[in-house]
């Protein structure tokens, strides 16, 4: 449509059209520069933009950016700075993309390196010197070829502007140029001077018929359908809308639409019910008007109701009926008594607050937020402050640039509360600890809960697979459509790396896998002891057995041709996941390893993961990550072979892409097993060391929020139990990641059982991915594991060694699927193939019994090829 420009040295100004100009969108305000702040300060006050632009007159210099930042805090919703800005100044660029705009040069259209500069940067363009006389189709394709390149590159919805200029003459804007920049999403920056609200003025650019100029009508009668809305968003009714009625609109700012029977319709005329117009939005396709109003009176309906679509709900309902109580309240109302009583309704907010604190269960935890927004919207209703204005405010917030550090007040700082006390050097003695501040697991006994509750421990928490699949079923839907294309968009779009190409090919370069001593020997050490063990696991022979006289049947192996292995990374340095995938791949003998790891921020693989593609032996790693990458191993790109397996670990949405993948035919492709989130069990007796076990239980519980961990104590006295959690917050506090830990651990639990068979009972119903034997003679209890992804047995055995460098494989079975599913091995990468022969004396001796077992299930012709091969035995 078009964006309205004004130079704020010009003033005074006419604030009813300027407030009008604000309700059809943004406004950028021509400032002299960013140091004169007064100036820009007055005119917000005087004119209370809702969304608007800061363009300066001048280049901007370095001491610019705190002025900047301070415009951008204080609601700006972005600053327009030249591109060289922009590239060379490191304090620009950290500003987020969605608050910054870049002005070019028209010149500067063809310039495709710039635009692949600025992606990611900015979140509009501001086209500028555009001669009015040299407009022309070229001019229009150039500039529609950028915009689809900023497109395709930028995450961030993304605003363009022309600004024209004529040397010889005035500009005259016209609505064949707004509709015409319209078709490519280009908007057309017009000088306030040159709008109007009136029609009959020929010389100006009417603003009604610049914004419908654009929109589409499907009517015969050409109104444009058009949603009402409250300042909340939620519908009142749907209304029609003609460029008369839209003019009208936004010269009184007031509701007024087409009525199909009677014209102009101004709504609340006779009724009363009038609307305060808050904002003209059009939508996508520029097809439906969504008008926001402050409602007055009974409502929209003209059946006395708010809306056209039943009552309120929700805190909408709750805000009317708190109003409504303020005015006059039923005999005993408690409402009335909370606003008579300010001491009573201070008391409830607190005490509701520190109820929500408390709350635990999700039931819980919506329970007792319910209760505190009742008392909270109590209080706002008092003071006269709607939820429009709590969530106007909550708006101004989300547009600010520099944050708060979020302390708490002294008062509420529980950390600031707690209290350690070591008594003496004895390293076994109690640490006082603020409860509310300790990092504890939840505590059980077996012996004192129900099956119900047994039950519950034993389950995971619940993955809402529909929303993710929802997700990531239009990821793999356009990497099968477009191959690369799609690849090198998403990678642009989720990790921020614009790719040539999406694939790197062995022979790998040198250079790429350069490391150093200390790291190759460590990698290297790992490859030999997982090599050495999956190896072991390859019974090359073949399994011949004759079930009968004259019948032989054998079973040997060959290895799956083309495997797809997916490393997580990006930022992350992960060689051991591909020494777990590549090493029984290779040793399995697939003809074709191919890898799949997120770039890093400079497109380039993690070194230590390509020195491993090298030394297993990958043709390819392809350069993404997510569901994308599942995606182009499984139906395969221009670059990116097709595979026929896909293994390797991944969130959330690349298990549920493999899972998808499998499960279409078209794709044929198998996956090495479902996956949760990462978890494990230890069982601990007395005989235990309180710091190991912590220490193992944090090393699952630091991978993520829905980690779990579980210890399972065997009749631990309550001295070596409390040094065990003693040695969790210890440990945890000091570490890295203690805020994942803190939530993770406080998820998980500690269950009290009186004797080892009751510990590996739960341990086999729980089949965690991991478990760990801290007890006495531990070897002897591996007979009793049933389910288990891996074993760690006894102290000196951390789970540690399993995930890097003892042998076993870390690929493991989570979410309970231990019961069904092994880890990754070297069978992992390799089908069995079955053979039989049978001899003349073979077949006579077994072809009766087919063909009988053939007969019972109706299958003719199977019985008939026995049958044809029986009866010339029986005449020779």
Same mark, same amino acid.
């Given at each position: ?5 004004i ?25 002299p520069d ?29 001491n610019?950016?705190e ?23 490191d304090s620009i660029?950290t ?13 500067e ?15 509009g ?21 950028f915009?689809?390149?900023?497109q ?28 015409h920049?319209?078709t490519i ?43 009402v809305v ?15 009625s ?20 101004y ?65 005993g ?29 999700k ?5 007792e ?6 008392? %909270?919207? $109590?209080?706002?209703?008092? &003071? /006269? ?6 969530? #106007?405010?909550?708006?101004?917030r @989300? +547009?600010?640039?520099i944050?708060?550090p ?22 076994d003695?109690q640490i ?6 300790t ?30 699949? %929802?997700? $990531?079923?239009?990821?793999? &839907? /356009?990497v099968?459509?477009?191959g690369?294309? #799609?690849?090198i968009?998403?990678? @642009? +779009? ?8 999406p694939?790197i090919s ?8 350069a ?9 290297d050490?790992?490859?030999?002891n ?24 054998s ?25 777990m995938?590549?090493?029984p ?11 799949a ?18 030394k ?24 990116v072979?097709k ?26 492709i198998?996956?090495d ?13 007395n ?50 990641r203690v805020?994942i ?34 007890i ?17 047995i ?16 870390h ?66």
């Amino acid at each position: 449509m078009l964006l309205p420009i004004i130079d704020i040295s010009n003033q005074p100004l006419s604030i009813d059209f300027i407030k009008s100009l604000d309700l059809i969108g943004e406004i950028i305000l021509r400032i002299p520069d960013f140091n004169n702040t007064s100036l820009l300060t007055q005119f917000l006050e005087t004119y209370q933009l809702d969304k608007y632009w800061l363009f300066p007159i001048k280049e901007i210099v370095p001491n610019d950016i705190e002025n900047i930042i301070q415009f951008l805090d204080q609601g700006a919703q972005k600053v327009v700075i030249p591109a060289s800005n922009i590239l060379t100044n490191d304090s620009i660029s950290t500003l987020p993309a969605d608050r910054l705009a870049v002005n070019i040069n028209s010149s500067e259209l063809c310039n495709e390196e710039l635009s692949k500069k600025l992606a990611g940067l900015v979140s509009g363009y501001l086209v500028t010197d555009v001669d009015l006389e040299s407009i022309s189709g070229k001019f229009f394709q150039d500039l529609s070829n950028f915009i689809q390149n900023v497109q395709k590159t930028s995450d961030v919805l993304t605003k363009f502007g022309i600004i024209l200029q004529h040397e010889k003459s005035e500009i005259k804007y016209s609505l064949n140029l707004v509709q015409h920049l319209s078709t490519i999403s280009a908007d057309l920056v017009v000088p306030i001077k040159n709008l109007t609200l009136d029609s009959d003025n020929n010389s100006l650019l009417s603003v009604a018929d610049a914004l419908t100029c654009t929109l589409t009508s499907d009517r015969p009668d050409g109104l444009f359908t058009t949603i009402v809305v409250d300042e909340r968003g939620v519908a009142l009714g749907v209304v029609y809308s003609s460029t008369e009625s839209v003019r009208e609109a936004l010269k009184t700012r007031k509701g007024v639409y087409q009525s199909r029977k009677r014209g102009l319709w101004y709504k609340g005329a006779t009724s009363g019910s009038v609307q305060e117009l808050k904002k003209i939005d059009a939508d996508c396709d520029g097809d439906v008007l969504k008008f926001t109003v402050k409602q007055f009176g009974t409502g929209f309906c003209h059946l006395n109701t708010r809306t056209c679509f039943g009552g309120s709900k929700g805190l909408t309902a709750l805000e009317e009926t708190l109003q409504s109580r303020k005015v006059s309240a039923p005999p005993g109302s408690y409402t009335q008594r909370l606003f008579q009583n300010p001491d009573l309704l201070r008391s409830k907010i607190m005490e509701e607050a520190d109820e929500l604190c408390s709350a635990t269960t999700k039931e819980n935890i919506a329970w007792e937020t319910a209760d505190l927004l009742y008392f %909270a919207l $109590v209080k706002c209703v008092a &003071n /006269d402050v709607s939820l429009t204005d709590v969530e #106007a405010h909550l708006d101004k917030r @989300a +547009k600010k640039v520099i944050r708060r550090p979020g302390n708490a007040k002294p008062q509420w700082d529980i950390s600031a509360k707690k209290t350690m006390e070591i008594d003496g050097d004895t390293k076994d003695k109690q640490i006082p600890i603020s409860k509310s501040d300790t990092i504890k697991m939840q505590k059980f006994k077996l012996s004192e809960i129900d099956s119900i509750k047994r039950t519950s421990l034993l389950k995971r928490p619940i993955i809402n697979s529909d929303d993710i699949m %929802a997700r $990531v079923r239009p990821i793999i &839907n /356009d990497v099968r459509n477009k191959g690369d294309a #799609a690849i090198i968009e998403y990678t @642009a +779009k989720f990790d921020k790396v614009q790719l040539n190409t999406p694939v790197i090919s062995a022979p790998f370069p040198p250079e790429a896998m350069a490391l150093d001593d200390v790291t190759r020997r460590a990698i290297d050490q790992a490859y030999d002891n997982i090599y050495k063990f999956h190896d072991a696991q390859y019974d090359r022979s073949t399994l011949v057995v004759e079930t009968m006289p004259g019948v032989v049947c054998s079973r040997f192996s060959r290895p799956i041709e083309r495997v797809g292995l997916y490393v997580p990374g990006g930022t992350a340095i992960l060689p051991s996941t591909t020494l777990m995938l590549g090493i029984p791949a290779k040793v399995a003998g697939c003809k074709e390893i191919i890898i799949a790891s997120p770039p890093r921020k400079d497109g380039t693989v993690v070194p230590e993961v390509l020195y491993v593609a090298h030394k297993v032996g990958a043709s390819k790693v392809l350069l993404a990550g997510g569901a994308q990458a599942v995606a182009a191993l499984a139906y395969g790109t221009e670059s990116v072979p097709k595979v026929d397996k896909i293994c390797g670990p991944g969130n959330q949405y690349v298990t549920a892409a493999k899972m998808f993948a499998q499960n279409d035919s078209s794709a044929m492709i198998s996956i090495d097993m479902p996956a949760g989130p990462s978890e494990l069990l230890v069982i601990a007796d007395n005989t235990s060391i309180p710091t190991y076990v912590a220490s193992d239980l944090l090393s699952q519980a630091e991978h993520g929020t829905d980690s779990q961990v579980v210890l399972i104590g065997v009749c631990l006295t309550p001295e070596h139990l409390a040094n065990i959690e003693r040695e969790i917050h210890e440990q945890a506090s000091r570490l890295p990641r203690v805020d994942i830990v803190r939530e993770s651990i406080s998820k998980s639990f500690i269950l009290q059982v009186n004797n080892m068979n009751e510990a590996m009972k739960f341990s086999n119903d729980y089949s965690p991915e991991h478990l760990i034997l801290h007890i006495d003679d531990a070897e002897k209890w591996v007979n009793a594991v049933e389910n288990a992804g891996s074993v760690f047995i006894g102290a000196y055995s951390p789970e540690s060694c399993g995930d890097y460098a003892s042998g076993t494989n870390h690929t493991l079975p989570t979410y309970g699927y231990a019961r069904m599913y092994s880890g990754v091995n070297t069978l992992t990468f390799l089908k069995h193939i079955t053979a039989q022969k049978l001899t003349k004396q073979g077949l006579k001796d077994l072809g009766h019994t087919v063909m009988r077992l053939a007969e019972i299930e109706g299958l003719e012709a199977h019985r008939n090829a026995v049958h044809v091969r029986i009866r010339d035995l029986e005449n020779e």
